[in-house]
Structures are given as C-alpha cells and as structure tokens.
C-alpha cells in the first residue's frame, strides 16, 4: 500500500511536466496548423518559412524541456569527503582556503573555496548521511543531495542542478522565443477566429474558439517565460544559484556567494561552456568543472588568507 502511494505520488508529479506539453501543442496548432498550413496555398514561401522556424523551435523546446526532466542534475558520489589537506595541523578541521601555484607564471592562484558550518566542521547532510561539497544542498523532493542545486522546479519534476542547469536555461530561452513567434505570427489568425466567433456559426465557432484559447494560454505563458528567462540570465551573469540569491541576505553567507563571481564572461561559460558554437545547442561538450569543487576570485580569496594568518 505504502509502494503504491509512494508511486502515485511521483507519477503525480510529471503532471506539471503534461501541462507544458499541452501548452507546447496549443502553440504548435496555433502556428503550423491554423496559420501556416492555411497560408501555403497564397504564398508559398512565408508558409514554408514559417514552418520551418516553428519545426527548429518546438525540436530545441522538446530537446532543451526532455534533457531537463532526465538528466540527473548531479549527486554526491559515494566516495566523496572533504580532503584531508583541510585539516589543521591538529588534525580538527579549519576555515583553510586552498592556494595553488599556476604552471605558467608561478603566480599563487585560488582554486578552491570552502563552505563550512559556522563552528568551522565541513557541511554535513543528516538526511543522506553523507558530506557535502561546495555549493551543494539537499532537496526534499528528490530526497538527495543535488550537486550545485539551483532549485526544485516542479515543472520539470526535477532540481536544476549542475548537470542540467543549461538544458533548463536554453528550455526557457526557446520556449520564451515559441511563445513570441506564436503571438507575433498568430495575430491574423486571432483576428480571423474573434471574426468567426462573431459571425458564423456551428463547427466553424468551435475551432475558432480552441484557436483563441490556444493563443491566449500561449501568451501568458510566454510573459511568465520571459520573467524567468531574464532572472535566470542575471543569476548566471552573477555567478550566483537561485539559492545563492537567498543565502545573500545572511551577512556571513554573502561573503561566501561572493567568491563564485568571476565576472560575467567567466560566469556565463561557467554555464554554456567554454566554445560559442555550443552555447544555444543541447550539449555540455566544452562545459568544465565536476559540480564538486569550484574557482573563486582572487581577491576575494586573498582577504580571506590574510585574516586566516591574522588568527581570525
Ligand atoms: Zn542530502
Ligand atoms: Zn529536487
């Protein structure tokens, strides 16, 4: 009884996921269907054109939206703790910050930032059991830690995590421009249908009406979409997670959050990679790091070595 409750609980929450593709389908009927289709016969080559933007646009939304849902967005591995070089010399774990010597210039250079509990111990989860690396946070949902957890987001019925946090970004930039191409190209056909309903009659005022409530659900999800797609490309500019944006009200937490701002070319390849030809393409081929530890800034870092040998 307890497995099947478990169950419809998590099929329950692909419902979200139905919904966006029915939203999906209302803007793809809108569009191919209701405009395009009907337009082929007087000009030939706006129809054509039309279909062929709408078909590359649904491809990246369905790619961008199904990566999103399966890609694991990154946990723990089971093997991972903090490393021992973080102890003191007492063998009790310290606020030490990592500094290596680049191979190039010689130069000290951060590469690693520590996120400790504030009595100085590494984070630990008491619900996985487990340690958790920088930028980690355990999600309720999921019931796991999830590696740089951005959020939970129900629409997907997954977290947004290391792994897939560009697949979800590049979801809501497509699905941001599908909406737009759909209220920009459908209002002809909007005017047409408002026309029928006015006018006619019987099956006709059925179709049109589907064809109004298609486009108006589009459209408000489309002004939802662009909310999210401009706050989503600020916190990335930032070098910040959706959590981190939180955290940045605690005073001590902000000192920390700060320290992943690398500036906002560094930040945004930190997230689309490293090659511009990949950036709006489903693929994480140039993206580095492994969710696990993370570059912060130096100068940042420097403050923190010095009050460190200050005894602070
Ligand atoms: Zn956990
Ligand atoms: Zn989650």
Redesign the pocket.
């Known amino acids: 009884m307890f497995q099947l409750s478990k169950r419809l609980v998590r099929a329950l929450g692909f419902f979200p996921c139905i919904l966006v593709l029915a939203i999906i389908a209302c803007g793809y009927y809108v569009t191919t269907v209701a405009t395009f289709i009907p337009l082929l016969s007087s000009s030939h080559f706006v129809g054509i054109l039309g279909l062929l933007v709408t078909q590359l646009l649904v491809l990246n939304i369905l790619i961008n939206f199904l990566l999103s849902i399966f890609c694991d967005p990154g946990g723990v591995p089971n093997s991972w703790k903090p490393s021992e070089s973080m102890k003191n010399i007492r063998g009790s774990w310290s606020r030490t910050v990592q500094w290596v010597q680049t191979e190039e210039t010689g130069d000290m250079q951060s590469v690693l930032t520590w996120e400790f509990k504030r009595n100085g111990a590494p984070r630990f989860?008491r619900?996985?059991a487990t340690y958790k690396p920088d930028r980690t946070h355990?999600c309720r949902s999921c019931k796991?830690?999830i590696l740089k957890m951005d959020h939970h987001c129900p629409w997907i019925n997954n977290c947004v995590g290391f792994y897939n946090q560009k697949f979800f970004i590049l979801f809501v930039y497509y699905a941001f421009l599908g909406c737009l191409f759909v209220s920009v190209t459908g209002v002809v056909t909007l005017k047409r249908a408002l026309f029928i309903i006015g006018e006619e009659e019987g099956k006709q005022v059925v179709s049109a009406a589907f064809v109004v409530i298609c486009y108006c659900l589009v459209t408000i999800f489309g002004l939802a979409l662009l909310f999210f797609a401009v706050f989503h490309t600020l916190l990335v500019l930032k070098g910040r997670t959706t959590i981190e944006m939180h955290e940045i009200r605690d005073l001590a937490r902000a000192r920390i959050v700060r320290k992943y701002d690398l500036g906002w070319k560094r930040n945004w390849k930190k997230v689309f990679g490293n090659n511009v030809l990949y950036w709006f393409l489903p693929v994480r081929w140039s993206i580095d790091g492994d969710g696990l530890t993370f570059e912060s800034n130096v100068e940042e870092q420097r403050i923190s070595l010095m009050e460190d040998d200050d005894g602070v």
């Open positions: 989860c619900y996985c355990h796991r830690c």
